[in-house]
Protein backbone atom coordinates (compact mmCIF):
# COMPACT_ATOMS: atom_id res chain seq x y z
CA UNK A 1 0.00 0.00 0.00
CA UNK A 2 2.09 3.47 -1.46
CA UNK A 3 1.01 6.55 -0.36
CA UNK A 4 1.95 9.31 -2.60
CA UNK A 5 1.66 12.37 -0.19
CA UNK A 6 0.80 15.43 -2.47
CA UNK A 7 -0.83 17.85 -0.52
CA UNK A 8 -1.69 18.83 3.16
CA UNK A 9 -5.15 16.96 2.88
CA UNK A 10 -2.79 13.92 1.86
CA UNK A 11 -0.69 14.03 4.80
CA UNK A 12 -3.79 14.52 6.99
CA UNK A 13 -5.22 11.34 4.94
CA UNK A 14 -1.63 9.97 5.95
CA UNK A 15 -1.90 10.74 9.74
CA UNK A 16 -5.43 9.71 9.89
CA UNK A 17 -3.99 6.21 8.62
CA UNK A 18 -1.27 6.36 11.48
CA UNK A 19 -3.75 6.63 13.88
CA UNK A 20 -5.56 4.14 12.67
CA UNK A 21 -2.37 2.03 12.04
CA UNK A 22 -1.73 2.54 16.47
CA UNK A 23 -5.20 2.00 17.70
CA UNK A 24 -4.90 -1.46 15.93
CA UNK A 25 -1.60 -2.05 17.35
CA UNK A 26 -3.43 -1.92 20.36
CA UNK A 27 -6.51 -2.91 20.19
CA UNK A 28 -6.01 -6.84 21.53
CA UNK A 29 -8.13 -8.10 18.85
CA UNK A 30 -6.08 -6.91 15.87
CA UNK A 31 -5.50 -9.93 14.65
CA UNK A 32 -1.86 -11.34 13.44
CA UNK A 33 -1.97 -10.16 9.42
CA UNK A 34 -2.99 -7.34 10.27
CA UNK A 35 -0.21 -6.47 12.81
CA UNK A 36 2.63 -7.63 10.42
CA UNK A 37 0.83 -5.52 7.39
CA UNK A 38 1.38 -2.54 9.97
CA UNK A 39 4.83 -3.34 10.67
CA UNK A 40 5.68 -4.12 6.73
CA UNK A 41 4.23 -0.47 6.46
CA UNK A 42 6.59 1.21 8.85
CA UNK A 43 9.69 -0.43 7.00
CA UNK A 44 9.34 0.32 3.51
CA UNK A 45 6.08 2.86 2.99
CA UNK A 46 6.12 6.28 5.50
CA UNK A 47 6.37 9.33 3.38
CA UNK A 48 6.38 11.51 6.13
CA UNK A 49 8.87 9.38 8.18
CA UNK A 50 5.81 9.00 10.96
CA UNK A 51 7.20 7.72 14.38
CA UNK A 52 6.87 4.08 14.00
CA UNK A 53 8.98 2.98 16.62
CA UNK A 54 6.18 3.65 19.80
CA UNK A 55 3.66 1.42 16.77
CA UNK A 56 6.50 -0.95 16.60
CA UNK A 57 6.68 -1.48 20.31
CA UNK A 58 3.09 -1.87 20.63
CA UNK A 59 3.03 -5.33 18.02
CA UNK A 60 6.18 -6.53 20.01
CA UNK A 61 4.12 -7.08 23.00
CA UNK A 62 0.70 -7.98 21.36
CA UNK A 63 -0.44 -11.01 22.07
CA UNK A 64 -1.63 -11.67 18.26
CA UNK A 65 2.03 -10.60 17.22
CA UNK A 66 3.93 -14.62 16.08
CA UNK A 67 7.06 -15.18 17.91
CA UNK A 68 9.19 -14.98 14.42
CA UNK A 69 7.93 -11.36 13.95
CA UNK A 70 7.96 -10.52 17.68
CA UNK A 71 11.97 -11.43 17.48
CA UNK A 72 12.01 -9.69 14.35
CA UNK A 73 10.62 -6.05 16.24
CA UNK A 74 12.89 -6.49 19.45
CA UNK A 75 16.38 -6.79 17.32
CA UNK A 76 15.07 -2.87 15.69
CA UNK A 77 17.69 -0.84 18.31
CA UNK A 78 14.54 1.88 18.21
CA UNK A 79 12.65 -0.31 19.79
CA UNK A 80 14.83 -1.50 22.46
CA UNK A 81 14.99 2.08 23.04
CA UNK A 82 11.40 3.05 23.17
CA UNK A 83 10.64 -0.14 25.55
CA UNK A 84 13.17 1.36 27.98
CA UNK A 85 11.89 4.55 27.97
CA UNK A 86 8.09 3.31 28.92
CA UNK A 87 9.86 1.13 31.23
CA UNK A 88 11.62 4.69 32.49
CA UNK A 89 8.15 6.17 32.82
CA UNK A 90 5.95 3.34 34.41
CA UNK A 91 8.54 1.85 36.59
CA UNK A 92 8.01 3.12 40.62
CA UNK A 93 11.15 0.67 41.56
CA UNK A 94 14.20 2.77 43.00
CA UNK A 95 16.59 -0.53 41.91
CA UNK A 96 15.00 -0.30 38.18
CA UNK A 97 15.50 3.96 38.18
CA UNK A 98 19.14 3.41 39.12
CA UNK A 99 19.63 0.88 36.28
CA UNK A 100 18.20 2.84 33.86
CA UNK A 101 20.18 6.22 35.07
CA UNK A 102 23.30 4.40 33.34
CA UNK A 103 21.06 3.46 29.90
CA UNK A 104 23.25 4.45 26.81
CA UNK A 105 20.02 6.65 25.44
CA UNK A 106 19.98 10.31 26.79
CA UNK A 107 16.04 9.80 25.79
CA UNK A 108 15.80 6.86 28.56
CA UNK A 109 18.02 8.64 31.01
CA UNK A 110 16.04 12.18 30.44
CA UNK A 111 13.00 9.98 31.54
CA UNK A 112 14.26 8.55 34.43
CA UNK A 113 15.12 12.26 35.50
CA UNK A 114 11.34 13.56 35.08
CA UNK A 115 10.19 10.15 37.07
CA UNK A 116 8.68 11.12 40.22
CA UNK A 117 9.74 7.87 41.88
CA UNK A 118 13.61 8.71 41.14
CA UNK A 119 15.13 8.92 44.28
CA UNK A 120 16.78 12.08 45.08
CA UNK A 121 20.25 10.75 44.61
CA UNK A 122 19.43 9.12 41.37
CA UNK A 123 18.56 12.89 40.00
CA UNK A 124 21.86 14.23 41.76
CA UNK A 125 23.53 11.88 39.44
CA UNK A 126 22.19 12.49 36.69
CA UNK A 127 22.61 16.82 37.30
CA UNK A 128 26.10 15.71 35.48
CA UNK A 129 24.90 14.00 32.45
CA UNK A 130 26.82 14.55 29.48
CA UNK A 131 23.30 15.22 27.54
CA UNK A 132 21.72 18.61 27.59
CA UNK A 133 18.24 17.55 27.39
CA UNK A 134 18.52 15.45 30.42
CA UNK A 135 20.49 17.80 32.33
CA UNK A 136 18.04 20.28 31.69
CA UNK A 137 14.98 17.74 33.13
CA UNK A 138 16.48 17.67 36.13
CA UNK A 139 17.49 21.68 36.44
CA UNK A 140 13.66 21.90 36.34
CA UNK A 141 13.25 19.48 38.40
CA UNK A 142 15.26 21.02 40.61
CA UNK A 143 14.93 24.42 40.44
CA UNK A 144 11.20 24.80 40.17
CA UNK A 145 9.76 21.31 42.70
CA UNK A 146 6.31 22.28 43.06
CA UNK A 147 6.32 23.70 39.13
CA UNK A 148 7.78 20.19 38.02
CA UNK A 149 4.87 18.22 40.35
CA UNK A 150 2.20 19.95 38.38
CA UNK A 151 4.16 19.06 35.23
CA UNK A 152 4.10 15.25 36.23
Known sequence: ????IKSSSDREKAETN????FHDATNPNTPADRLESI????LSENPYNLPMDTIKYHISKH???PKALRDEILRDPAVQVNGRVVQARNT??????AKLA?????EVRKTVAD??????DIVELLKDDPDYGVRSAVEFRLSD???WAKWR
Not at 1 to 4: E, L, S, T, V
Not at 102 to 106: K, N, V
Not at 115 to 120: A, C, I, L
Open 102 to 106: YDESA
Open 39 to 42: YRYG
Open 18 to 21: YYAM
Open 1 to 4: MKIY
Open 92 to 97: NSPEEL
Open 63 to 65: KNT
Open 115 to 120: NKYTPD
Open 145 to 147: PKG
